[in-house]
């Protein structure tokens, strides 16, 4: 079940809604337990039954931590995390890669279930703050099985810290006003999926899914465009969805983008795109790798091996290992020529159009579904056969709707640095926001139903995460 669909949004959440706010203050949590692990089953399965074994042994782990904080109980608990992450989501892609070596007989393909890496991100967190004393282990299993499975995160992120929710859960209160709030956040995602990413999605498709031999330089750069797009307000879509439903609940949720293509460095970057990761490989990884206290070639190290784990995180293919590895060398080179500083000056303007570029560099090896298909999207880009023009499926996309959904979107990569992001802006409390909540739910609203109702299934596609 995903946020877009009209089962989500005419039987599903109101259901939540209801159980939620009508239902006995004492009950809350655990109705918000039973919805959420329903909402997994629905598209997981049976698959959920891991889900709730990783969150009991999290905590039992946590509580052993809290009992005595040993190295090799937390080494357990991390083997236990990683060993899971590894075993669903790369056991296919070692054993192809062995396969092309020696066969291997028998070998049945392991299904992935959906959101591994979120909630076992948020499983090694847990753990590791726990052992470190940044917070107090959960006593009742139910609490973490509500902060794990809680459904608006679950599936997509952002990875919220146990620690941040763990805050919130006993003191959190249900008001109308949060629900309002939250409401006009989950239309503004809505809107930025379904009138932007899926529409983009399409021209997209229609390039890096086509004859890339015969892709023009135009039709490669503009499907590479539009990509950009989709890419972005699909999954900033998600994340305005996310922390909008999290409101409604008395909850509140990190924010995850902040104009990320206004950076103005590849390190810029990083600090603006899914900050909730960022800031995750941060403080879990780089950190305790030593991250920039050890010398150059030792931060060097530190960023080459958190951007290669940072690549395999979204997928077990090489085209991801590249990725990662492709940022990783970007930040390096920004960090020994000067180039990763953030400030306004002179040449924002062409430091923001060359990380741009860079960036899009980035998203077409992310695309590409391997090295031969990315070569050729390349050598396209370069113009490879001095062919102009686009190619008549890309022509017969450019409806009203297509061109609208990429004129609106190109916004997001000319909209100032400093500005607030809409989010925030909703949910300020002023007048200006109270109008801007208005309009979203009067206006916009309206328009995304008649999309949702008008359109197929779409998954996010960091579902696939």
């Given at each position: 079940?995903?946020?877009?669909?009209?089962?989500?949004?005419?039987?599903?959440?109101?259901?939540?809604?209801?159980?939620?706010?009508?239902?006995?203050?004492?009950?809350?949590?655990?109705?918000?337990?039973?919805?959420?692990?329903?909402?997994?089953?629905?598209?997981?399965?049976?698959?959920?039954?891991?889900?709730?074994?990783?969150?009991?042994?999290?905590?039992?782990?946590?509580?052993?931590?809290?009992?005595?904080?040993?190295?090799?109980?937390?080494?357990?608990?991390?083997?236990?995390?990683?060993?899971v992450l590894g075993y669903y989501k790369y056991a296919n892609f070692v054993v192809g890669q062995i396969s092309g070596?020696?066969?291997?007989?028998?070998?049945?393909?392991?299904?992935?279930?959906?959101?591994?890496?979120?909630?076992?991100?948020?499983?090694?967190?847990?753990?590791?703050?726990?052992?470190?004393?940044?917070?107090?282990?959960?006593?009742?299993?139910?609490?973490?099985?509500?902060?794990v499975t809680f459904f608006p995160h679950l599936i997509a992120g952002p990875i919220v810290r146990l620690s941040h929710?763990?805050?919130?859960?006993?003191?959190?209160?249900?008001?109308?006003?949060?629900?309002?709030?939250?409401?006009?956040?989950?239309?503004?995602?809505?809107?930025?999926?379904?009138?932007?990413?899926?529409?983009?999605?399409?021209?997209?498709?229609?390039?890096?899914?086509?004859?890339?031999?015969?892709?023009?330089?135009?039709?490669?750069?503009?499907?590479?465009?539009?990509?950009?797009?989709?890419?972005?307000?699909?999954?900033?879509?998600?994340?305005?969805?996310?922390?909008?439903?999290?409101?409604?609940?008395?909850?509140?949720?990190?924010?995850?983008?902040?104009?990320?293509?206004?950076?103005?460095?590849?390190?810029?970057?990083?600090?603006?795109?899914?900050?909730?990761?960022?800031?995750?490989?941060?403080?879990?990884?780089?950190i305790p790798l030593g991250g920039n206290r050890g010398g150059t070639w030792q931060t060097y190290r530190n960023l080459?091996?958190?951007?290669?784990?940072?690549?395999?995180?979204?997928?077990?293919?090489?085209?991801?290992?590249?990725?990662?590895?492709?940022?990783?060398?970007?930040?390096?080179?920004?960090?020994?020529?000067?180039?990763?500083?953030?400030?306004?000056?002179?040449?924002?303007?062409?430091?923001?159009?060359?990380?741009?570029?860079?960036?899009?560099?980035?998203?077409?090896?992310?695309?590409?579904?391997?090295?031969?298909?990315?070569?050729?999207?390349?050598?396209?880009?370069?113009?490879?056969?001095?062919?102009?023009?686009?190619?008549?499926?890309?022509?017969?996309?450019?409806?009203?709707?297509?061109?609208?959904?990429?004129?609106?979107?190109?916004?997001?990569?000319?909209?100032?640095?400093?500005?607030?992001?809409?989010?925030?802006?909703?949910?300020?409390?002023?007048?200006?926001?109270?109008?801007?909540?208005?309009?979203?739910?009067?206006?916009?609203?309206?328009?995304?139903?008649?999309?949702?109702?008008?359109?197929?299934?779409?998954?996010?596609?960091?579902?696939?995460?």
């Open positions: 079940m995903v946020f877009s669909s009209p089962a989500f949004l005419f039987l599903f959440l109101p259901l939540v809604l209801l159980s939620a706010v009508w239902g006995a203050e004492r009950w809350r949590n655990l109705v918000l337990i039973v919805w959420s692990l329903w909402f997994y089953y629905y598209g997981g399965g049976w698959m959920v039954v891991l889900l709730v074994v990783s969150c009991l042994v999290n905590w039992a782990f946590g509580l052993g931590m809290e009992l005595r904080r040993s190295r090799w109980l937390l080494g357990l608990a991390l083997g236990f995390n990683v060993g070596w020696y066969p291997v007989a028998g070998w049945e393909a392991v299904a992935l279930p959906i959101g591994i890496s979120f909630f076992t991100f948020q499983g090694i967190s847990y753990v590791m703050d726990v052992w470190r004393g940044e917070m107090k282990a959960f006593r009742n299993p139910l609490e973490i099985v509500l902060c929710l763990s805050e919130q859960l006993r003191r959190r209160e249900q008001r109308w006003d949060d629900v309002a709030v939250g409401a006009a956040r989950f239309v503004w995602g809505l809107g930025k999926k379904v009138l932007i990413a899926d529409v983009c999605s399409r021209v997209a498709d229609s390039g890096f899914d086509g004859n890339l031999e015969r892709l023009p330089a135009s039709g490669a750069w503009l499907s590479l465009l539009a990509y950009t797009l989709q890419i972005y307000f699909d999954f900033s879509g998600y994340s305005d969805m996310a922390i909008g439903l999290a409101r409604m609940f008395g909850f509140r949720f990190p924010e995850n983008f902040n104009h990320p293509y206004a950076a103005v460095s590849v390190t810029d970057f990083w600090r603006r795109w899914h900050m909730s990761l960022s800031q995750w490989f941060r403080d879990y990884l780089y080459a091996v958190v951007f290669l784990v940072t690549g395999l995180w979204h997928g077990a293919a090489w085209t991801f290992v590249c990725w990662g590895a492709y940022h990783g060398v970007m930040l390096m080179v920004e960090r020994a020529t000067g180039l990763a500083r953030v400030g306004e000056d002179r040449w924002a303007v062409v430091r923001r159009v060359l990380t741009l570029v860079v960036v899009m560099g980035s998203w077409a090896i992310f695309r590409v579904p391997d090295g031969e298909r990315g070569l050729e999207f390349f050598r396209a880009l370069m113009g490879e056969g001095n062919r102009w023009g686009f190619p008549g499926a890309m022509v017969r996309l450019m409806d009203v709707q297509t061109m609208a959904a990429l004129g609106v979107g190109a916004m997001a990569l000319v909209v100032p640095r400093g500005w607030m992001t809409m989010g925030k802006l909703l949910e300020r409390e002023d007048g200006v926001a109270a109008r801007a909540r208005g309009v979203v739910l009067l206006v916009l609203f309206p328009v995304v139903l008649v999309q949702v109702l008008a359109s197929g299934y779409s998954p996010f596609l960091y579902f696939q995460f």
